[in-house]
């Protein structure tokens, strides 16, 4: 008797090894998703701080923290984009006029830091907290 096709035992060791390299494949893809949600974040916080410096120059002082003042009405793309990327997780601005920081939350819980942070002073990186006191990053 001549058979034709494969066993039930072929089939289920082919499922199964399909099954295996999928699960690895979307496992990888998570990462890969939160990696970039970050670096859009980081490139919205970037662009921030290039449109704080235009304020400053503009007006002499960055604008005032707070809903429904210049901050928002200047920042409004950066802040969707965060909210966006980082599943409204959390991000903060404070000033005093002279002197600001912004700082998002960020997704792929690097190993230095869980913080992208920009400030008045040109430093614009990960840090592991945000500023607990005064307008710097670090």
């Given at each position: ?20 390299l ?33 304020y ?27 909210n ?28 230095d ?22 307008y710097?990053?670090n």
């Amino acid at each position: 008797m001549n058979k034709k096709g494969f066993t039930l035992i072929e089939l289920l060791v082919v499922v199964a090894i399909i099954g295996i390299l999928a699960t690895i494949v979307l496992t990888s893809l998570a990462s890969a998703r939160a990696k970039a949600k970050d670096a859009a974040i980081q490139a919205a916080l970037s662009g921030a701080r290039t449109t704080l410096e235009m304020y400053n120059l503009d007006e002499g002082e960055y604008p005032a923290a707070g809903e429904g003042n210049d901050m928002e009405s200047e920042l409004v793309n950066a802040i969707e984009s965060i909210n966006k990327n980082n599943n409204n997780a959390g991000w903060d601005y404070a000033t005093d006029g002279d002197n600001y920081y912004f700082a998002a939350d960020l997704n792929a819980g690097n190993q230095d830091g869980t913080v992208f942070c920009v400030d008045s002073t040109g430093f614009a990186g990960i840090v592991t907290d945000y500023p607990e006191s005064g307008y710097s990053c670090n």
